[in-house]
């Protein structure tokens, strides 16, 4: 027999058992890591337990005094057509209305405690995940973020968390009120009249699918909505963070274009959103027309067949009324929960991702060292499978060695500096500060003795001195001063409007690169490391900052280990020992005047910026 050749593919999965028992176990690991983060999701209710009994009881009340209310109105009716002595009625009817309003002043507070207490728990929770979330993020190493996306990032945290705190808030009074109010009308209905209660009960799970349906259709939209306003915010971030590119490139136009792109897929994805929400609402609204006009259909047939009275009529309508709530709460309750949920599952994608550079068990604080720094046959590339970087490199600096770093770009240089404080973990060999692995000590401490100043300079949005302390938080003033003179940078900040106090603009804008590099230097003067690398720091300054800045080099490394990687052959030829780094490694080292005599790899690049 033939079989087609797609219908045996499939039967070949079916009953291939390497594919279901890898099947089997990715669904159990999901449905694992399903639990685990619903324990996480309940776990959060924990610190407001007391707030949270305090909202579902007054949830209770509210479902409790909306179901009273028609109860008090049919023995008002009842009553009104009972009694025949008129001032007797008019002061049982006048006693029930009393009773009614302190019902309805209940029903007041417990909606009023609901609406603002429990959206104060729900916002409390709501901070709590953010926190997390921005803690987490500080603790993940530098390989996360050349994967991540800030504007992505930025959306999770904030966006994402805000449809947490109204589920947090909502999930459990809505999912209480629509229960205890239909469960609380619908027997009422049957106990006044079975078979009339019998029909609205038809109705409501059709009444319910309706809901459910346009309700995903909406989270469906909004899930979209989501992807697509962290795209905007990604957009937004990359065109104004690079203001000063693109108005250079005078290319205003096209971000306009791609911004309008993105916010157009924003728009459509709303549009989608409103339409099923459009439905929703048509819906419900339907459901509690065509109740009421069956329970005055109905219920007048019934009257005529004196099988119901007149109040227990209206209290049908008015049961009716209470009835269309639960509906709408159950379907807000999915809605909030797809809406909440899928932005808890995306925080939880950041929350359970672990750090790659992390304390061992037994790592210990690193005391001050000395400064010597060795590297054993080390090994390292940014992906596992990608390229090595760095292959089997050996090397020992002396404490308090200035050791310069040179070769062609793309050799390794950077990524060997950012390997002394642990910004990536080596793939093989080891490093080790004082003749101690540097992952047998704590991160905090490690960093704490190194200095690490950039060719990139970022400086944080406020004041000098807020970016400076940045190095120091406790820092005096006139521990700001000291270190701002020996950086060369006392005289210009003071030049400034107000001094120390002046803000520079976000990333520093207001001030020049030299500028801004000799507050980082000053910055790390206040730090006070043992250890003191300098990523290219002076690569893209003018000849009057960069001499400002070599001085202040110098000043600062006097006595400690100093490592610096430098394109302008100027700034190490003062160094105690200059280190060739090629593709094939540590090629040459000595001072400038031993490699220049040598002829070698960095006379050759000497020669060619003498030319330049």
Known sequence: MNIPFSRARKNSRRHNPF??????HSNAADRGRRRSRMRKFLSYY???????????????????????LPLCANIVTSRLLALSDAPLAFAEILAMGGIMLAVLAIQIGAIFFVDYRGHVMGARIEATVRQELFEHCQKLSFSFYDRQRT????????????????LFHHGPEDLSIAVLKFGGAMLVLFFIDPPLAGLILLLTPVALAYALYFNRCMNRALEASKRQIAAVNERVED??????????FANEALERERFAEQNHRFLQSRAEGYRSEAWFSVGTETFAQLVTILVIIVGALRILAAELTVP???TFLLCVGVLVDPVQRLANFVRLWQEGYTGFVRAMEILEIAPDITDRPAARPMPAPRGEIRFSDVAFAYEADGPRVLQR?????????????????????????????RFYDIDAGSIHIDGADIRDVTLASLRRHVGVVQQDVYLFAGTVAQNLRYGRPDATDAELESAARAANAHDFIMALPNGYDTDIGQRGVKLSGGQRQRITIARAFLKDPEILIFDEAT????NESERAVQQALLTLANGRTTLVIAHRLSTVRHADRI??????????????DDLMAQGGVYANLHSVQASI
């Open 539 to 542: 690569s893209a300054l003018d």
């Open 151 to 166: 504007g992505q990032l930025m959306s999770r945290i904030t966006n994402d968390s805000l449809w947490l705190g109204e």
């Open 19 to 24: 594919l279901n028992f890898f099947r089997d």
């Open 239 to 248: 065109a104004l963070a690079g203001i000063r590119v693109v108005q250079s």
């Open 579 to 592: 280190l060739v780094l090629t593709a094939d490694g540590i090629v040459e080292q000595g001072t400038h």
């Open 46 to 68: 924990h610190p407001h337990l007391p707030l949270l009994l305090a909202d579902l009881l007054c949830a209770f009340l509210v479902a409790g005094t909306a179901i009273a």
């Open 393 to 421: 490199l050996s090397l020992t600096i002396a404490p308090g060695e200035f050791v310069a770093l040179v070769g062609p770009s793309g050799v390794g240089k950077s990524t060997l500096c950012a390997l002394i404080p």
């Open 312 to 314: 227990d009529m209206l």
